[in-house]
């Protein structure tokens, strides 16, 4: 502390005398004891390593009598077995080359057998010739700092063994993540076909967009011969999302199909999609639906001509676009969800496709899609139809692309599953149109 | 998001369900809880009154089936009351405004 101005007490002079002489007393006392009871070990050897002189305070932590060792034993007795490895290669080279060493770690051997975790420190003491006359050593006791190295490579050791523990349940998890999505993927083919089938005279082409890429879609689409010329089309879109709509999509996909080979009819096909979907969810108290509409189309006249044939229930109107620039939507007014009410009304449209005509099936993911801040700014029917009308007249490959980008336009405002099925007869009389999928 | 509330009160004909918020896919077992707990009795009339409702998506729509199908169970009848037009947009859409007794109002419903 620093005293600021004011006047000593006289006091004080005399407090300080009596300190300092307390001080040396202690001092005075100290040189022998100072050595003999130093908080570290002291000892000299001569050059052969015998003991020469040792401190009580190291006697004390090997338990050893000053009379046993002064004379009698060489450092290197106090040393355990790989300590004295260690001295006889590195401490003596060393401490010969630079004439003195320190902080070398090393155990010592106590009389009971234990062993003392030291750290040395050595100088070599030379005559006034320059001779070395003997060697003065100062051990630290270790044993506090070794158990602390101890335990921070146990600690690291540990901290490498949960890494590697946590490295394998990664790799385990990856693993497991990479089989579920190889079943995800197989699954969904089983929704959806991976490709559609040439038919001949037609043009078709598929866009399918899923909102979430690791949910099974709850949209669903196909196309298939039902015998001759005749090919049967349904695309739709189940309640719900994730695993619960998937096992409905394939209830309703595989029920279709039976269907339709068994009656090609659209309507009643889709009454007994009806009927399995009545019995098997909402008759038990727990109501499951889809919207779906579903087509045949055949040979209907000159041209390659096509007679479309189609049944909804509660799905938006299937939509055409016309080789003179027209666009109109097939309503099938009337048609209900398939699944709700046993004996569902459904409704039905025919039309047929000339030259360069082309019909598109969409699920409501596209009128659906939020085009604006609100949850009910939507993209709309009226848009879709102004939408159609601008790229009228077009092929199902020119049409699919077209709303495809319209999607990605929408973006974000995607919020389901959107599919998208056009079927379409070439404009010119061609050979064979080629299929076109588009998967995303 | 706008959180779903269900407020019941009894009339002479039957319970009247006041349906507000959205009802979406993550509130519509809010409503599907309450149609489980509801006890109808034959001849009863349950009356949705929607005239709260901010949203519906297909989820919405199968509680809706969910409480016709719980009515229909009691041998009672159900009512759709006061539904916006966005969403008897869907209904029509769908068919459902067949399926469903739509009223303008849940106080005509007696």
């Known amino acids: 502390m620093c005293r600021t101005g004011g006047v000593p007490e006289p006091a004080e002079t005399g407090d300080e005398a009596s300190t300092n002489a307390a001080f040396t007393a202690l001092l005075e006392d100290s040189a022998e004891d ?31 009598e000053r009379e046993a060792v002064v004379g009698r034993k060489r450092f290197t007795d106090l040393l355990t077995i790989g300590g004295k490895l260690y001295h006889e290669t590195h401490f003596a080279p060393l401490l010969r080359m630079q004439g003195e060493l320190r902080g070398i770690a090393l155990d010592l051997r106590r009389l009971d057998g234990g062993r003392l975790p030291v750290l040395v420190s050595a100088v070599v003491k030379h005559g006034t010739e320059g001779e070395p006359l003997l060697i003065r050593i100062t051990v630290f006791d270790a044993s506090d700092r070794r158990a602390y190295e101890q335990e921070l490579l146990r600690r690291r050791e540990e ?24 079943a995800l993927a197989v699954l969904q083919r ?22 979430s890429p690791d949910q099974l879609g709850g949209d669903f689409y196909d196309l298939f011969p039902v015998g001759g010329d005749r090919w049967a089309f349904f695309l739709g879109d189940v309640c719900g999302k994730g ?34 979907l009545h019995e098997r969810y909402t008759g038990g108290g727990n109501p499951r639906y889809c919207t779906c509409i579903f087509g045949i189309i055949e040979p209907g006249g000159e041209h390659g001509r096509r007679v479309v044939r189609l049944a909804s229930g509660g799905h938006p109107p299937a939509l055409v676009l016309r080789s003179d620039g027209r666009a109109e939507f097939l309503p099938t007014p009337g048609g209900l969800l398939i699944g709700v009410v046993p004996g569902a009304p459904i409704g039905t449209v025919e039309t047929v496709l000339g030259p360069g005509d082309t019909v598109v099936l969409y699920t409501d993911g596209l009128t659906e899609a939020r ?23 077009g092929t199902p490959h020119e049409v699919i692309t077209a709303l495809t980008g319209l999607l990605e336009k929408i973006g974000d405002g995607l919020d389901d599953d959107t599919a998208l099925l056009a079927l379409g007869v070439p404009a010119a009389p061609s050979p064979l149109g080629p299929a076109t999928n588009h998967i995303s | 998001m706008n ?39 034959p001849g009863q009339c349950l009356v949705l009154d929607l005239s709260g409702l901010e949203f519906c998506d297909s989820s ?51």
């Open chain 1, 159 to 182: 901290a490498e063994r949960a890494r590697a523990e946590a490295d394998e349940a990664r790799r385990q998890a990856e693993a497991d993540r990479a089989r579920l999505a190889d």
């Open chain 2, 3 to 41: 959180p779903l509330t269900v407020r019941q009160h009894d009339t002479t004909t039957g319970p009247v369900l006041h349906v507000a918020g959205d009802l979406d896919f993550d509130q519509a077992p809010v409503l599907r809880g309450r149609l489980d707990q509801l006890s109808l009795s």
């Open chain 1, 34 to 64: 100072l050595y003999e009871s130093a908080p570290c070990g002291y000892l000299s050897t001569m050059m052969d390593g015998t003991i020469a002189k040792i401190n009580t305070t190291l006697l004390d932590w090997l338990g050893l």
């Open chain 1, 371 to 393: 085009t604006g801040p609100g949850r009910d700014d939507l993209y709309g029917e009226d848009a879709l139809h102004t939408f159609a009308t601008d790229h009228a007249p």
């Open chain 1, 243 to 276: 695993p619960e709509a998937a096992s409905l999509t394939s209830l309703t996909r595989y029920t279709l199909r039976a269907a339709a080979h068994h009656d090609p009819d659209p309507a009643s096909a889709l009454a007994t999609l009806n009927a399995v």
């Open chain 2, 60 to 110: 919405g729509i199968t509680a809706l089936l969910a409480a016709r199908q719980h009515a229909l169970a009691a041998e009672a009848d159900v009512v759709l009351a006061a539904v916006p037009a966005n969403l008897l947009r869907v209904l029509t859409l769908v068919g459902l405004d067949q399926v469903f007794t739509l009223r303008p109002d849940s106080s005509a419903a007696s």
């Open chain 1, 190 to 211: 089983s929704l959806v076909p991976d490709s559609l089938p040439d038919v001949p005279g037609l043009e078709t082409a598929v866009h399918y967009h899923t909102a």
